[in-house]
């Protein structure tokens, strides 16, 4: 099928668009800002999809300018799904990435996707804007929405923890400043996440919410053993109280069972294979 990809240049769109071509499926990149509209309906209607993964967003936590965040991930957003309703022929389905930073810091774990949300950012209550938005459409198209946990892998950017890690064990550096090393979360590979978005553009059910987890976390300190078990090189690591985030989320751990019971088992990465890609080919 024909799928129109927003964001196919950033880190979960590359490996996204390699992975659906890889079984058959033509991606049509949309080049448009989001936050123009009439770019937007226009590169829209030339595409004509058959399906559409909406991955474009600024999903930095701790990007500096808060009005771009919402800007790129409500409005660009709500223009995007405008311009689909013009279709003469709507897309079949219309996956819409969230993020599993809206559940915040909450008691419950592993979170279901019935979980109240409670974001603590402004990336987290960008993206809830953004699913609050889409429902609007939801008598217009087929919208599945997907909450993904914490993920990682071969080309994600510096700036995110992991590769961070990873680059500094590949360049065997003596020391790093992390914050609190005691937060737990997924870190799931981004292939089987994307490969979770395929399959759910022929098995989700519009209107639907799914978390993309495994429900298994870990904690930084942990994450620091396994690469010095992988590399063989041993790293000073420095707690740094200002790294800390401001209403830090200290434990994110989902509950799979509802993506499962869509579309089977999830694809099965193990950590240690994962950070062992990104170490063979760092930034």
Same mark, same amino acid.
């Given at each position: 099928?024909?799928?129109?990809?927003?964001?196919?240049?950033?880190?979960?769109?590359?490996?996204?668009?390699?992975?659906?071509?890889?079984?058959?499926?033509?991606?049509?990149?949309?080049?448009?800002?989001?936050?123009?509209?009439?770019?937007?309906?226009?590169?829209?209607?030339?595409?004509?999809?058959?399906?559409?993964? &909406?991955?474009?967003?600024?999903?930095?936590?701790? &990007?500096?300018?808060?009005?771009?965040?919402?800007?790129?991930?409500?409005?660009?957003?709500?223009?995007?799904?405008?311009?689909?309703? #013009?279709?003469?022929?709507?897309?079949?389905?219309?996956?819409?990435?969230?993020?599993?930073?809206? #559940?915040?810091?909450?008691?419950? +774990?592993?979170?279901?996707?019935?979980?109240?949300?409670?974001?603590?950012? &402004?990336?987290?209550?960008?993206?809830?804007?953004?699913?609050?938005?889409?429902?609007?459409?939801?008598?217009?198209?087929?919208?599945?929405?997907?909450?993904?946990?914490?993920?990682?892998?071969?080309?994600?950017?510096?700036?995110?923890?992991?590769?961070?890690?990873?680059? &500094?064990?590949? +360049?065997?550096?003596?020391?790093?400043?992390?914050?609190?090393?005691?937060?737990?979360?997924?870190?799931?590979?981004?292939?089987?996440?994307?490969?979770?978005?395929?399959?759910?553009?022929?098995?989700?059910?519009?209107?639907?919410? #799914?978390?993309?987890?495994?429900?298994?976390?870990?904690?930084? +300190?942990?994450?620091?053993?396994?690469?010095?078990?992988?590399?063989?090189?041993?790293?000073?690591?420095?707690?740094?109280?200002?790294?800390?985030?401001?209403?830090?989320?200290?434990?994110?751990?989902?509950?799979?069972?509802?993506?499962?019971?869509?579309?089977?088992?999830?694809? +099965?990465?193990?950590?240690?294979?994962?950070?062992?890609?990104?170490?063979?080919?760092?930034?």
């Amino acid at each position: 099928m024909k799928i129109l990809l927003t964001g196919a240049a950033g880190f979960t769109g590359l490996v996204f668009k390699a992975w659906a071509q890889a079984q058959g499926h033509e991606i049509v990149a949309l080049k448009a800002d989001l936050t123009d509209k009439q770019a937007t309906v226009l590169e829209v209607a030339a595409a004509r999809p058959d399906a559409v993964v &909406h991955l474009a967003a600024i999903s930095f936590v701790g &990007h500096a300018d808060e009005s771009a965040i919402y800007g790129v991930n409500v409005v660009g957003t709500t223009n995007l799904l405008q311009a689909l309703t #013009y279709l003469t022929n709507p897309p079949k389905c219309v996956l819409l990435a969230s993020s599993a930073n809206i #559940y915040g810091n909450c008691e419950v +774990s592993p979170i279901s996707e019935t979980q109240v949300a409670a974001p603590v950012n &402004h990336y987290a209550m960008s993206k809830l804007a953004m699913e609050l938005m889409a429902s609007t459409f939801s008598d217009l198209l087929p919208i599945v929405t997907v909450r993904p946990f914490n993920y990682t892998g071969r080309g994600q950017a510096s700036q995110f923890l992991i590769p961070k890690l990873v680059n &500094h064990f590949a +360049s065997k550096a003596e020391e790093i400043e992390l914050g609190n090393l005691e937060v737990e979360r997924e870190f799931n590979d981004v292939r089987m996440v994307c490969d979770a978005y395929l399959k759910l553009l022929n098995k989700g059910l519009p209107g639907e919410i #799914y978390n993309v987890c495994t429900g298994q976390t870990y904690t930084l +300190s942990h994450l620091v053993t396994l690469l010095e078990n992988i590399s063989g090189h041993r790293l000073k690591v420095k707690v740094n109280p200002t790294i800390v985030r401001k209403n830090e989320i200290h434990l994110l751990c989902g509950d799979p069972s509802k993506i499962q019971a869509c579309i089977g088992r999830l694809a +099965s990465y193990d950590l240690t294979d994962t950070l062992d890609w990104m170490l063979k080919e760092p930034l």
